[in-house]
């Protein structure tokens, strides 16, 4: 069974500043995906970044950006230029390749509540 | 992205009766739903997988009996809360894919359920 592990139950930044959350899991399988979602006030879950993780080079999407480290089991998630509209609980996810039912299939990390001050 | 609406978005009912959260995908086939459970400022826990015309498989601990969980069509997938009591009460989101791989899961806005 696959595990997500964040470490980081609460993170705040200035507004403006980078901001860096942490997400390492465990998994026997050499093809499969990892998200980050985002979990604003209204709890609706809302995808931020995607990493396949046959692909070498790091996601980006605007602002966000991963580290992924696929020999240390690490995905570590990157925020630039952090705004007020940041502050949410941020999930990190992973999702097997095994085929058939495990598409969409997602095992979620603890979470971390990110505030972004003023 | 797709959209995938869940209702009601809240709910309160009586300890002892059954409360019934919808899940539809609204402009796309949903060949597998999920449902998850979420405590306060907790992770998302997955209760079942739903197969449309098959029945749902359940993950380790969760009561088949108590969560019904239907998939009838291709649009909709339906999680009934039978006897419902207090510890019951969470936040209850659904997900939705068309199963290809790679295809993005795409959740709904959530439903709070309150049993008092």
């Known amino acids: 069974a696959q595990t997500v592990t964040q470490s980081q139950p609460e993170m705040s930044v200035q507004e403006a500043e980078t901001v860096t959350l942490s997400c390492t899991y465990d998994t026997s399988e050499n093809n499969y995906y990892l998200f980050w979602y985002k979990q604003p006030p209204s709890r609706q879950m809302i995808l931020v970044i995607r990493?396949?993780?046959?692909?070498?080079q790091n996601a980006t999407e605007n602002r966000f950006s991963v580290n992924f480290q696929k020999a240390a089991k690490s995905f570590s998630l990157k925020i630039s230029d952090s705004q007020l509209g940041d502050t949410a609980m941020y999930f990190c996810a992973f999702e097997g390749n095994a085929g058939g039912t495990s598409y969409g299939k997602l095992t979620f990390g603890q979470g971390t509540i990110l505030t972004v001050h003023p | 992205g797709a959209v995938v609406s869940q209702h009601p978005s809240w709910v309160i009912c009586k300890s002892g009766t059954s409360v019934k959260i919808e899940c539809r995908s609204l402009?796309?086939?949903?060949?597998?739903m999920f449902w998850y459970r979420q405590f306060p400022k907790q992770s998302l826990m997955l209760m079942a997988t739903?197969?449309?015309?098959?029945?749902?498989?359940?993950e380790q601990g969760v009561e088949k009996d108590k969560f019904l969980i239907n998939h009838a069509s291709l649009t909709l997938s339906t999680l009934t809360v039978t006897s419902a009591h207090p510890e019951d009460s969470s936040f209850y989101i659904c997900?939705?894919?068309?199963?290809?791989?790679?295809?993005?899961?795409?959740f709904g806005q959530g439903t709070r359920l309150t049993v008092v």
């Open positions: 402009d796309f086939q949903a060949t597998t």
């Open positions: 739903s197969n449309e015309g098959s029945k749902a498989t359940y």
């Open positions: 997900s939705a894919t068309a199963g290809a791989e790679s295809t993005e899961a795409f």
């Open positions: 990493q396949e993780a046959y692909k070498q």
